[in-house]
């Protein structure tokens, strides 16, 4: 199956809300006209969409007005052409050439975003690809998180370093990188604590462990992704941006768009963040998660049948 049809298949949600909600406006051949182009609005709100939602129906209606656009091919042909419009190019999005050795991974967002699962599906992922995966386990909040990640790691037969609860997670970071590189790993996937005594010390820690890589090798961190969880929606956005503000972040992950007819989030993300995603999370187990391929998302959500 290819990645269109996967997707489709896994973001129901969204898809039924946009996709089937467009047909459901014009369904028994009704006439484009205000009210419809209200209710379209108020559906593209639903899946999210934020204020790109009034832009688009304003955009649509002149178009309208001028005869440019005139049912529901024209509506789906000038949403799909907008929203393709609103994401950063393809060459932009998803995976990257990591040719650092070991390439170092900081993975951070609040807690419960999807930091541990969608380290274990990275780590699957290059370990299917033949690359030598190293997780460390810098959640030394709970003795739990770095269990949880252990758990993953030995499915995909991956190596851990993990310490005690509460050991310094800067400390973790550090032999983790020391062992990929003594023992010529390629790739450190570090998972981070989401949440702390406070935020201050959540972020002063992520500075931590950032400034403690980069001092042990020149350019390490070399990404940092942050997790959003995609049930949140727009609401992630505020929460993101304090990390942006506190480290460097690179990518990022939407996690958990399978249970949500949010997706339209994913402009706003984007768009607000500044920054690619490098991946989708689209249900709980080890493969699924996807490179973000801005087409393939789109007509996905936009898909009909
Ligand atoms: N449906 C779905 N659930 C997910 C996805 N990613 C993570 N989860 C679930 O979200 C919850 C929190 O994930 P976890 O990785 O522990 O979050 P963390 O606190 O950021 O490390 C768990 O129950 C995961 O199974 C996803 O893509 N789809
Ligand atoms: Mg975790």
Known sequence: MGLFDRLKNRLTRTRSALSDGIAGLFSGGRAMDDTLLAELEELLYTSDLGLLATEIVEDLSRRHRRGEVRGEDDVRASLRATLLDRLPAKEEC?????????????????????????????????????????????????????????????????????????????????????????????IVLLDTAGRLHTQKNLMDELKKIHRVLGKKKEGAPHEVWLVIDGTNGQNAIQQAKLFTAAVEVTGV??????????????FAITHELGLPVRYIGTGESLELLEPFDPEAFVDAVLATD
């Open 94 to 186: 998803g995976e990257i050439t990591l040719d650092a050795s070991p390439t170092v991974i900081l993975v951070v967002g609040v807690n419960g975003s999807g930091k541990t699962t969608s380290i274990a599906k990275l780590a699957h992922r290059f370990h299917t690809q033949g690359r030598q995966v190293l997780v460390g386990a810098c959640d030394t909040f709970r003795a739990a998180a770095a269990d949880q990640l252990e758990i993953w790691a030995d499915r995909s037969d991956v190596q851990i370093v993990r310490k005690d609860e509460g050991a310094d997670p800067a400390a973790v970071a550090f032999e983790a990188l020391e062992t990929a590189d003594v023992l010529g790993y390629d």
């Open 253 to 266: 992950i939407v996690a958990k768009l399978d249970g949500t007819a949010k997706g339209g989030a994913v």
